[in-house]
């Protein structure tokens, strides 16, 4: 079965560069999430998106914006990177309900120098 | 607001004896309860969910746990661990009207030992 996709798996970005994620939801998903976490560190939700706009937002900073496109892919866009935006970034899909589960992409690894 | 709390953050157990992993939320609306396993290197996999109907929950890889109101607890169990079993678990907790967003627990590693 197809699962969420997240590219890149890997990211090495220097202080104050700009980095770019990108998720790609399981086929009918309508729903994404992202979620960061830290080393050792449960997953913390960023924010999340329905039929491409904002449905909730959790503790993502200002430096950090996403949307949610026409074919339900998303994106995460960073900027001014800081030493303690190194963390694992999670992608999940679900279809739309607070029941539904949520399918967990295998994340993006980023690392700032 | 809502949030769970896993007791011990590192669990060991001999192969073939008995796991259990436990988790207390706190919640003022019903919550849903959801448990995801972490293997290195890897993405958060569901285990299994409760939501509504029945408090004793089935899930894969022969975990099984049990909605309990009374105590506010969604402890994990398997009655023979295996080696594969070793990895990181989360529990989570979301709720009617909360936008579906996941509150983790810190999480439990589990190590199997033989």
């Known amino acids: 079965a197809a699962g969420v996709i997240q590219s890149p798996r890997h990211l090495i970005k220097e202080k104050r560069e700009t980095a770019t994620l990108k998720c790609y939801p399981i086929p009918r998903h309508d729903t994404v999430y992202w979620y960061q976490q830290g080393p050792g560190q449960d997953p913390q939700f960023l924010i999340s998106f329905y039929e491409k706009m904002q449905s909730d937002k959790g503790s993502i900073p200002d430096r950090f914006s996403a949307q949610q496109f026409s074919d339900y892919h998303s994106e995460l866009n960073m900027s001014s990177l800081e030493l303690g935006d190194s963390a694992l970034y999670f992608c999940a899909s679900s279809t739309a309900g607070t029941m539904e589960t949520q399918y967990f992409g295998p994340g993006t690894r980023l690392l700032v120098l | ?114």
């Open chain 2, 1 to 114: 607001a809502q949030s769970v709390t896993q007791l011990g953050s590192h669990v060991s157990v001999s192969e073939g004896a008995l796991v259990l992993l436990r988790c207390n939320y706190s919640s003022s609306v019903p919550p849903y309860l959801f448990w995801y396993v972490q293997y290195p290197n890897q993405g958060l996999q569901l285990l299994l969910k409760y939501t509504t109907g029945a408090t004793l929950v089935k899930g894969i890889n022969g975990f099984e746990a049990e909605f309990k109101k009374s105590e506010t607890s969604f402890h994990l169990t398997k009655p023979s661990a295996h080696m594969s079993d070793a990895a990181e678990y989360f529990c989570a907790v979301t709720f009617t009207g909360g936008g579906n967003k996941l509150t983790f627990g810190t999480g439990t590693q589990l190590k199997v030992e033989l």
